[in-house]
């Protein structure tokens, strides 16, 4: 088959699955006008539409359903066989699709993707970030980078290195005159700069303590969604926080902020490399995996 032939399937399964073709034009590197072209070329070549089209969205005919189901397991095999051939190169070459939160790239980007890159010049990463939890097997990524409890049952996953914390921390000008939280419950005493979950809810403060399980709804004035305004917030003195230790640690050190409660937040499985088990690992994915298992070492060592 053509380089031409192929890339209209691609762009056929793109379009289907993120119902637009700007979305699947940046999926695959084209133009919007490229990717509208190559629907238009295989579509006036099968004598069927292939979707519908408004100034709105885009969905697929029942005979697009057809053919994209049937299409996209065949380029799976395609992608496959490619994939194990590459796997005698010298240098993996391609890209990898890589799906996380926000907070998460931050604290993968230098020491796992910029080396990453620097290793092996021939390939590329492209990173999304969303709060959300996707499918990443729909959605089209090579893998993700979530909490070890947020990956799904059925992915295979890789430890990126040390168990996480969240910690509760306030700033000196803000604890000053006010008295310290000893259990969870004091916490009421006190304004909480609060999170939103990417759901929409606000997240309860969880705590745990010789099996002890405690859930506090705190009060506050300020509701954030992100994690480095909350770190501003709490700078600020407008309450205590509820964070990431990794997201604070200059911070705590340098006396910015006090760590309070640090018997009640324990340590969990942190950060996963996960992706769906598959019959051959590309090159370039297997020596991601590999770096990520050799960094581990080094910080356990």
Wanted: net charge neutral.
């Amino acid at each position: 088959m053509s380089r031409g032939r192929l890339i209209e399937l691609e762009a056929a399964v793109a379009v289907a699955r993120r119902r637009s073709f700007r979305a699947a034009a940046a999926e695959l590197g084209l133009s919007t006008t490229a990717l509208s072209q190559a629907i238009a070329e295989l579509e006036a070549r099968l004598g069927v539409r292939l979707f519908n089209r408004t100034t709105r969205s885009v969905s697929p005919t029942p005979a697009g359903e057809q053919f994209v189901a049937e299409v996209a397991s065949a380029l799976t095999a395609i992608r496959a066989a490619a994939d194990a051939v590459n796997q005698h190169r010298a240098t993996p070459t391609g890209v990898l699709r890589l799906n996380t939160s926000a907070g998460a790239a931050q604290r993968i980007l230098r020491p796992i993707v910029f080396e990453y890159l620097n290793r092996y010049p021939e390939m590329s990463i492209d990173i999304v970030t969303e709060g959300r939890l996707i499918d990443i097997v729909r959605e089209g990524f090579d893998a993700g980078f979530r909490l070890a409890e947020q990956v799904p049952a059925d992915m295979i996953s890789v430890p990126l290195g040390r168990d996480e914390r969240l910690v509760i921390v306030g700033a000196p000008a803000y604890l000053a005159g006010r008295k310290l939280p000893r259990i969870p419950t004091d916490l009421t005493a006190h304004d909480g700069i609060r999170m939103r979950l990417p759901a929409g809810a606000v997240y309860r403060w969880e705590f745990e303590k010789d099996g002890e399980q405690v859930l506090v709804d705190v009060s506050g004035r300020l509701t954030l969604d992100d994690s480095g305004l909350i770190r501003e917030a709490a700078l600020a003195g407008y309450g205590l926080a509820y964070m990431s230790e990794w997201d604070v640690v200059d911070d705590l050190r340098e006396g910015r902020l006090v760590q309070l409660l640090a018997a009640w937040t324990p340590s969990f499985p942190g950060l996963c490399l996960y992706y769906p088990g598959r019959r051959h690992v590309p090159a370039g994915f297997r020596a991601l995996i590999d770096l990520i298992q050799e960094r581990r070492r080094q910080t356990e060592d």
